[in-house]
């Protein structure tokens, strides 16, 4: 598992990070999720890597409050096989209740091509999971087919706005426009809005000027393995702790 940080422009602080996996293939090298999740979709393997996935950032989450580290919020990717699978409220309840992690500490994140099939099942299981304090984010927000009414009906805290409208936001007038609406959206539906995909400080300094504080990508950082975020974690924060200091 890798983790890539979310960052507050305004505080400057880390205020989350999202879980993404990784597959060290010893023939072929790195391979990204697009690539093997589909085919691990189509068997039943995602059964048993979505739990392990989950039960490994619970154990992360553990060992880093054992370790007296700042604990922040992670995310997790659902898949589409997880995602419609009848136990999954349950499922994910009874890992956190197991490996006794405030419910507060976990995000999930879907795609909006998920929330087109099996709507009516799964509104009343993400229901039951946000009542339980667990934050539901929607991913790659402007890129799938679901319509604005699922805004409405699903129980979202906050808006991933999807990379392919952040890239050149400062000089493609299309991208700006659909930000700024995204954007202004969010905020009046009381949602969280991050931009995803932040490459350069001219995207950076649109999105701050625009109300989007919260950031995710490469400017900031890479996804990271488990010690080397840590690491970062704690020069961010050093450099906070510099700057209200003098
Ligand atoms: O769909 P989702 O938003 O979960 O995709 C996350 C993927 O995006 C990860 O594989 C991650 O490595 C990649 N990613 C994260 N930040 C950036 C970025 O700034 N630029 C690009 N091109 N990819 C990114
Ligand atoms: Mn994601």
Redesign the pocket.
């Known amino acids: 598992m890798y983790y ?1 940080p979310q960052f507050n422009l305004k505080t400057k602080r880390i205020t989350g990070a ?1 879980a ?1 996996i990784r597959w060290h293939c010893p023939e072929r090298g790195l391979i ?2 697009a690539e093997f999740i589909p085919l691990a979709e189509n068997t039943s393997l995602i059964f048993a890597k979505g739990n392990w996935l989950l039960n490994d950032v619970c154990r992360q989450i553990i060992y880093w409050q054992e370790h007296n580290f700042p604990v922040i919020p992670i995310s997790i ?1 659902l898949s589409s096989k997880q995602f419609s699978h009848p136990d999954l409220a349950k499922d994910i309840l009874s890992s956190l209740t197991h490996y006794h992690i405030q419910p507060n500490l976990l995000k999930l ?1 879907l ?1 909006e091509s998920l929330l087109v099939q099996n709507i009516e099942i799964t509104i009343e299981q993400f229901k039951a999971l946000k009542s339980a304090g667990i934050g539901i984010a929607i ?2 927000f402007g890129t799938g087919y679901a319509s604005l009414g699922y805004l409405q009906r699903f129980p979202f805290d906050t808006l ?1 706005i999807d ?1 392919c409208f952040i890239e050149n936001i400062h000089h493609n007038a299309k991208n700006a426009a659909i930000t700024n609406a995204i954007i202004n959206m969010a905020k009046q539906l009381h949602f969280e809005v991050v931009a ?4 350069t400080s001219a995207e950076r300094d649109f999105l701050l000027a625009h109300g989007c504080e919260l950031i ?4 900031i950082s ?2 990271l393995p488990t010690k080397q975020f840590r690491k970062f974690f704690y020069q961010k924060l050093k450099r906070v702790l510099k700057l209200t200091r003098n």
């Not at 995803?196 to 490459?199: D, P």
């Not at 995710?216 to 400017?219: H, N, P, V």
Request: aromatic fraction near 4%; charge should be negative.
């Open positions: 890539q999202e993404l990204l999720p990717n994140e795609t991913d790659d991933k990379r995803e995909g932040v490459e995710q990508g490469y400017l890479k996804p």
